[in-house]
């Protein structure tokens, strides 16, 4: 019985985090991922695991959270008849392979180093949810061909090195090349089981030292965290999504951006050692 109340105060963590990762996702629609890698590795370090593999620890974990929650929201919107099919076809093998890549890249850092590439990519997402607009265009349809083959592995590779889905880079993407919002939403919630899945796999057989792994933790994949979480964001992404029909998204999604630069900001204040 001991030995069980010791992991209380962790349970309780996880279940806030849980539960803020999933309003936030149904307010604004972003992936749960941006909010879940910084939530766990302050969480995890807070718990005393703080060794070169942690990052790892927590980008493997958010990863397989997105696998559950990109699957549903694929289920969701497939029903609305928004998820262009047709792109998320081509797009998907190069996007799978820049995936493994990135698995692999991941499995082969210390903390340090993906603490700093999370935060210069989390204040680059985070200038564009704030200042970005609508109207930008780099084309009026999505690169095929050529173009297609070299970009489609980035937005894989940059997603799994920050433990994110397929919104943060596809919805951009998308958006600037002609694709209807809510239809870039849809269609990146497919990009997100591309990334998520070939990646975790790979995770489930990375070999973390003890330092860097909280207890029940499977290769790179820590499982209470992953259970938790996954139940949590199911039971209060609705209650986001709620709430975005009643608040003013554009400002809360540029207080969310101010937010994600801190966070990303600190992340670097980190990788640095300060």
């Given at each position: 019985?001991?030995?069980?109340?010791?992991?209380?105060?962790?349970?309780?963590?996880?279940?806030?985090?849980?539960?803020?990762?999933?309003?936030?996702?149904?307010?604004?629609?972003v992936?749960?991922?941006?909010i879940?890698?910084?939530?766990?590795?302050?969480?995890?370090?807070?718990?005393?695991?703080s060794?070169?593999?942690?990052?790892?620890?927590?980008?493997?974990?958010?990863?397989?959270?997105?696998?559950?929650?990109?699957?549903?929201?694929?289920?969701?919107?497939?029903?609305?008849?928004?998820?262009?099919?047709?792109?998320?076809?081509?797009?998907?093998?190069?996007?799978?392979?820049?995936?493994?890549?990135?698995?692999?890249?991941?499995?082969?850092?210390?903390?340090?180093?993906?603490?700093?590439?999370?935060?210069?990519?989390?204040?680059?997402?985070?200038?564009?949810?704030?200042?970005?607009?609508?109207?930008?265009?780099?084309?009026?349809?999505m690169?095929?061909g050529?173009?297609?083959?070299?970009?489609?592995?980035?937005?894989?590779?940059?997603s799994?090195?920050?433990?994110?889905?397929?919104?943060?880079?596809g919805?951009?993407?998308?958006?600037?090349h002609?694709?209807?919002?809510?239809?870039?939403?849809?269609?990146?919630?497919?990009?997100?089981?591309?990334?998520?899945?070939?990646?975790?796999i790979?995770?489930?057989?990375?070999?973390?030292?003890?330092?860097?792994?909280?207890?029940?933790t499977?290769g790179?994949?820590?499982?209470?965290?992953?259970?938790?979480?996954?139940?949590?964001?199911?039971i209060?992404?609705?209650?986001?999504?709620?709430?975005?029909?009643?608040?003013?998204a554009?400002?809360l999604?540029?207080?969310?951006?101010?937010?994600?630069i801190?966070?990303?900001?600190?992340?670097?204040?980190?990788?640095?050692?300060?």
């Amino acid at each position: 019985m001991t030995d069980l109340i010791q992991y209380v105060p962790a349970l309780i963590l996880l279940l806030v985090i849980g539960a803020f990762a999933g309003v936030m996702a149904g307010l604004l629609g972003v992936g749960g991922g941006i909010i879940l890698v910084p939530a766990f590795y302050y969480a995890f370090d807070a718990l005393g695991y703080s060794g070169d593999q942690l990052m790892q620890v927590c980008l493997a974990t958010s990863l397989a959270t997105i696998i559950v929650t990109s699957m549903r929201s694929v289920s969701s919107h497939h029903k609305k008849g928004a998820v262009e099919w047709d792109i998320l076809k081509k797009w998907a093998p190069g996007i799978a392979v820049g995936a493994v890549l990135g698995m692999l890249t991941v499995s082969s850092l210390r903390s340090s180093t993906l603490q700093g590439i999370f935060g210069f990519l989390g204040i680059f997402i985070g200038f564009y949810m704030a200042f970005g607009k609508a109207t930008w265009r780099l084309g009026d349809e999505m690169p095929s061909g050529l173009k297609r083959i070299a970009i489609s592995p980035f937005v894989g590779f940059l997603s799994v090195l920050m433990g994110i889905g397929g919104g943060s880079f596809g919805v951009p993407l998308m958006s600037l090349h002609g694709i209807a919002i809510h239809r870039a939403v849809a269609t990146a919630a497919g990009f997100g089981v591309i990334i998520a899945f070939p990646s975790v796999i790979g995770f489930l057989f990375v070999d973390v030292a003890a330092d860097s792994a909280p207890p029940f933790t499977l290769g790179a994949v820590n499982i209470p965290a992953f259970l938790v979480v996954i139940s949590m964001t199911l039971i209060t992404a609705p209650i986001g999504a709620k709430l975005a029909h009643r608040l003013d998204a554009k400002m809360l999604k540029r207080i969310f951006a101010v937010f994600l630069i801190v966070v990303a900001t600190n992340m670097l204040r980190k990788a640095a050692g300060y």
